[in-house]
Structures are given as C-alpha cells and as structure tokens.
T-cell receptor, first 113, second 115 residues
Framework: NAGVTQTPKFRVLKTGQSMTLLCAQDMNHEYMYWYRQDPGMGLRLIHYSVGEGTTAKGEVPDGYNVSRLKKQNFLLGLESAAPSQTSVYFC????????????FGPGTRLTVT | AQTVTQSQPEMSVQEAETVTLSCTYDTSESDYYLFWYKQPPSRQMILVIRQEAYKQQNATENRFSVNFQKAAKSFSLKISDSQLGDAAMYFCAQNYGGSQGNLIFGKGTKLSVKP
C-alpha cells in the first residue's frame, strides 16, 4: 500500500498565483485533514473532511479552499497565494475519530515569493 | 481551547543513554488520546506511541515509554538506549475527538543524539 501520498512535493509560487495540492489515500479512510507546519510551530489544522462530499474549517482556514469529491482524494486550493502561506503542508487520514492513528503524507513544501 | 505545551525546544542525549521529553496538555474532556510523533529530516510524521486517557497503565513500545500523569495533565516520553536514528523532532499531540477528530500539536522538541 502507498498509504497517503501528496502531489507535488515542492512548489514555488508568485504572490497572487493559484494552485491545488492533491492528497490521496488508499486505506479507505473516512477522515482526512490538511495541516500546515511553520518553523517553531506544531502542525495546525486548515480544513478537514469527515466523509466524501463533506468539508469543514479548522483552526487556520483563511485563504484556502478544499474539496472531497472522491473518498480517496482531498484537494487543498490556494486561490491567490500570499507570502504568509509559505509553509510545509501535510495531509493526513484516519479510519475514525479519537482512537485511531492518523497517517500522514510526506508533506509539500510551498514557497510564495 | 485545547492546548499542548512542550517546554523543551531542544534536547541532547548521548548514544545508549536515556532521555525524557516533556509534554503537558490542557483539556476539559474526560475521554481523549495522547500521541508522540517523530519527524526525522525526511519530514515524514511517524507515530511513536499512543496513550488512552482512561487507561492507568503507561504505554510502552520497545525502547519508548510514556509517563502519563492524568491529574497533572502530563505526558512525557522516555527513550531508552538512545540510537543515532532517534535524532528528530518529536511532537506531542492530543486527540480530543469531538466532531473533528483532529490532533492538537505541541511546538515540538528537537532531539540530538551524540555518538
């Protein structure tokens, strides 16, 4: 099994450009999450999904949109990138709430200039 | 709000020695889980150990064990017989469930292992 994969691994954007990060999992997990990791900080939740067709805001949702059209995929979009969105982005998935381990993708390093 | 605090930004240990990483958390929930994740330079987040809040017994996974003090809301990680491959960032995290199930992370502790 591939587990959780993220595309791309690295990306450089100019301010105002848009892009989509793709997360895919092959474990048939219901729950999927997008986190961002900044220097000196732990991971912070951007958006999450508790099932196909559902999405909700997390702790730091501004400037991002998400979609979960298929159970195995969770897309994170930046419509107009800003330097403050320079970060490492992690996708995670889990089978259920509370008791279940979250499996993380390898991360995407995004730089906005 | 749920918070997780790691008071040691950096720690260092000699190879084969034991090191303890500290973590405290703040929650009003009665049912929750606590985790330690390891993040090596490859950036991959790897689960090290988990603790169920309603279990009195401290979790153990090979050389990794926790000291879970529920009343004090403390959850420290002990690494025994440290190896060079243990060098990484270590994140403490809490899952309090609710409707989201996401993890609340501390800011991390960078562990160096000296040969």
């Amino acid at each position: 099994n591939a587990g959780v994969t993220q595309t791309p691994k690295f990306r450089v954007l100019k301010t105002g450009q848009s892009m989509t990060l793709l997360c895919a999992q092959d474990m048939n997990h219901e729950y999927m999450y997008w986190y961002r990791q900044d220097p000196g900080m732990g991971l912070r939740l951007i958006h999450y999904s508790v099932g196909e067709g559902t999405t909700a805001k997390g702790e730091v949702p501004d400037g991002y949109n998400v979609s979960r059209l298929k159970k195995q995929n969770f897309l994170l979009g930046l419509e107009s990138a800003a330097p403050s969105q320079t970060s490492v982005y992690f996708c995670a998935s889990s089978r259920g709430l509370l008791t279940y381990e979250q499996y993380f993708g390898p991360g995407t390093r995004l730089t906005v200039t | 709000a749920q918070t997780v605090t790691q008071s040691q930004p950096e720690m260092s240990v000699q190879e084969a020695e034991t090191v303890t990483l500290s973590c405290t958390y703040d929650t009003s929930e009665s049912d929750y889980y606590l985790f330690w994740y390891k993040q090596p330079p490859s950036r991959q987040m790897i689960l090290v150990i988990r603790q169920e809040a309603y279990k009195q017994q401290n979790a153990t996974e090979n050389r990794f064990s926790v000291n879970f003090q529920k009343a004090a809301k403390s959850f420290s990680l002990k690494i025994s017989d440290s190896q060079l491959g243990d060098a990484a960032m270590y994140f403490c995290a809490q899952n309090y469930g609710g409707s989201q199930g996401n993890l609340i992370f501390g800011k991390g502790t960078k562990l160096s292992v000296k040969p």
